[in-house]
């Protein structure tokens, strides 16, 4: 490791103390560790993108609004005229811009606990206070504790996830509006999983003048494009916006967005399929005598035989399937590996594998 003297002269000690974020090499095995869908498109569309993109004026930047991708997007997704849209690299983006307007204001921002670690990670780096809302037995809102907790806080923004990850449930809707009725905080639903599940918030954006929507088309398909949205009242959006840097969404993946949005029969009978081997996979593994958790996402959440966890892992790595342990990470989380829902070969290569970790099989 270099000693060069100026990291550690303009280089904060807590920056320095910090790690990367680490995404691990799943060079040859079977990925089921961070809830992509796993089709690609038919090579005739793949053909046709690629014609597509062959014609991107790499040499110019891109259309800074995307303003290609609005309309599709707001028939798609049934988006209300009355309601705005900001795009980001990702809801990573999106996230941190968000938090980024707390910066030396004093609030703070919540999030269920365990939740999507990218809500406690980016209020880290922007050095705004984090707050855990913990979930009761059942993984559902644990009110009155999450009333009591924004009362002394007052946070300027909570992340609610809907369905949730890691734990792939969706909270209680009356517990919700609870929630967002008792704080002027605002509250932003992430709907990073709404395709696999017949929950939809974005009403709610009309109805609570404290509520956005957040949305990605990371898990339908077009991860490799990273974009993200965030739906609300246009007073927000026009806030946001601001701080949004120019030129976020590139080119290529405009291109891509477009193209995909022609063809959304494609990313909804993909998303189906997945939605229809969740049930296979869930039923596979519970004839395993494993217990799997509801789902609402694109993944299970499996326990293992009490310490076996990590032992499951990383044989399951030795075998060629990746999936991701969560063992540890939260009490709720012991003995669990959450599992991506993959397609049948991919569940198919998972089971095997279990069967000759665990023994026994149907």
Not at 103 to 128: E, H, K, T, W
Not at 329 to 358: I, K, W
Request: glycine share 6%; net charge negative.
């Amino acid at each position: 490791m270099s000693n060069n003297p100026y990291v550690a002269r303009l280089i904060p000690q807590w920056v320095r103390d910090g790690a990367a974020y680490q995404v691990p090499d799943a060079t040859g095995m079977v990925k089921l560790d961070a809830m992509e869908n796993p089709y690609v498109w038919p090579i005739e569309l793949r053909e046709e993108l690629a014609a597509r993109v062959a014609d991107c004026a790499l040499n110019r930047y891109p259309d800074p609004h995307a303003l290609a991708v609005r309309g599709p997007l707001r028939r798609w997704m049934n988006i209300p005229e009355s309601l705005e849209m900001l795009f980001g690299n990702g809801s990573d983006e999106i996230i941190a811009l968000l938090i980024s307007t707390l910066i030396d204001s004093g609030r703070s921002v919540c999030a269920p606990d365990p939740s999507f670690v990218m809500f406690r990670v980016l209020a880290n780096q922007y050095r705004v206070p984090f707050h855990a809302l913990p979930l009761d037995s059942e993984r559902d809102i644990d009110l009155d504790v999450w009333l009591q907790t924004l009362a002394a806080t007052d946070p300027g923004i909570i992340f609610v996830p809907q369905p949730n990850n890691p734990t792939g449930n969706v909270f209680s809707k009356a517990r919700l509006a609870r929630v967002i009725e008792a704080t002027e905080a605002l509250v932003v639903i992430d709907e990073a999983y709404t395709a696999f599940t017949d929950a939809d918030y974005v009403d709610w954006a009309l109805r609570y003048p404290n509520v956005v929507i957040m949305r990605t088309l990371s898990k339908v398909g077009l991860a490799g494009s990273r974009f993200g949205l965030l739906i609300g009242d246009p007073a927000w959006i026009d806030q946001f916006d601001k701080l949004r840097l120019p030129y976020n969404i590139n080119v290529l993946s405009q291109v891509a967005v477009q193209f995909a949005l022609e063809h959304v029969d494609v990313l909804e009978s993909q998303s189906a399929a997945i939605r229809e081997e969740r049930i296979r996979l869930t039923e596979a593994l519970k004839a395993r005598k494993l217990v799997v958790w509801p789902s609402e996402a694109n993944f299970l959440i499996v326990l293992m035989p009490d310490g076996h966890a990590q032992a499951v892992f990383e044989g399951l790595k030795e075998q060629g399937v990746l999936v991701k342990c969560l063992d540890g990470s939260h009490p709720l989380m012991a003995n669990a590996l959450r599992v991506t829902v993959g397609a049948p070969a991919e569940s198919d290569a998972l089971l095997t594998a279990m069967d000759q970790l665990l023994g026994g099989g149907r």
